[in-house]
C-alpha cells in the first residue's frame, strides 16, 4: 500500500526563521508532488507542485525533490506567524488520484 | 467560477438517522474525490469519480456509505444509518482533466450524537 509519511509536530519556529518541513513515500514509482496548507477549521489549499529533482522556489516557499531518497520537503524562509499551518504532503497516485501524508503542525512564534 | 461548493457546512444529528452531504465541482472539472477528516486518521480518501464513473470505492469504510455522481455538476455522499464514530469533516474536491491538483471545498462538518 502507498504511504506518505510526514512527522505530525508540531514543529516550532521563531519569526523570521527557515521552517523546514519533511515528508518520505514509499512508491518508488511516484512522479508528482504535492504541499498543501491547511488553517484551522478550513480546507486544504495548494501552496506548490514539483515534478522534478532539485528545488522549486515561489517567493518564500522552496520544495526539494529528492526520488533515489523518495524525499519531499519544503522550506519557508522569513517564517510569518500567518504561516501557522498544518502542511500535507501529497504523492500522485497512478490514477488521477492523490496520496496524502497526515500532515505537519507548524507554529511560528512571533 | 466560485469553486467548489458543499452543502450543508454543518450537520448535527443523531445515531441512526441517515445524512446526505452535496457538492458541486467547478464546473469542468473531470473528477471528483470525496475524502473525510479527523484528528486520528487525517484526510482520507473515500471515493473518486472520473467523468461521473466511480473509480475507487475502496476507501469507503462500510455499506452504511454510499456515493453518487449522477452529472458532472452534482455528487451526493450518503451515510444510512449514521453513527458518532462519522462525525468528522467531508470535504470535496475536484480536478481538472491532465491535472492532478486538487481543489477542495470548504467541507461539511458532521456530528452524529
Known amino acids: 500500500q502507498k504511504e506518505v509519511e510526514q512527522n505530525s509536530g508540531p514543529l516550532s519556529v521563531p519569526e523570521g526563521a527557515i521552517a523546514s518541513l519533511n515528508c518520505t513515500y514509499s512508491d518508488r514509482g511516484s512522479q508528482s508532488f504535492f504541499w498543501y496548507r491547511q488553517y484551522s477549521g478550513k480546507s486544504p489549499e495548494l501552496i506548490m507542485f514539483?515534478?522534478?529533482?532539485g528545488d522549486k522556489e515561489d517567493g518564500r516557499f522552496t520544495a526539494q525533490l529528492n526520488k533515489a531518497s523518495q524525499y519531499v520537503s519544503l522550506l519557508i524562509r522569513d517564517s510569518q506567524p500567518s504561516d501557522s499551518a498544518t502542511y500535507l504532503c501529497?504523492?500522485?497516485?497512478?490514477?488521477?488520484?492523490?496520496?496524502f501524508g497526515k500532515g505537519t503542525k507548524l507554529s511560528v512564534k512571533p | 467560477d466560485a469553486g467548489v461548493i458543499q452543502s450543508p457546512r454543518h450537520e448535527v444529528t443523531e445515531m441512526g438517522q441517515e445524512v446526505t452531504l452535496r457538492c458541486k465541482p467547478i464546473s469542468g472539472h473531470d473528477y471528483l474525490f470525496w475524502y473525510r477528516q479527523t484528528m486520528m486518521r487525517g484526510l482520507e480518501l473515500l471515493i473518486y469519480?472520473?467523468?461521473?464513473?466511480?473509480?475507487?470505492d475502496s476507501g469507503m469504510p462500510e455499506d452504511r456509505f454510499s456515493a453518487k455522481m449522477p452529472n458532472a455538476s452534482f455528487s451526493t455522499l450518503k451515510i444510512q444509518p449514521s453513527e458518532p464514530r462519522d462525525s468528522a469533516v467531508y470535504f470535496c474536491?475536484?480536478?481538472?482533466?491532465?491535472?492532478?491538483?486538487?481543489?477542495f471545498g470548504p467541507g461539511t462538518r458532521l456530528l452524529v450524537l
Open positions: 514539483i515534478y522534478s529533482n
Open positions: 501529497a504523492v500522485g497516485g497512478s490514477q488521477g488520484n492523490l496520496i
Open positions: 474536491a475536484s480536478t481538472p482533466r491532465d491535472q492532478e491538483t486538487q481543489y
Open positions: 469519480f472520473n467523468n461521473n464513473v466511480p473509480i475507487d
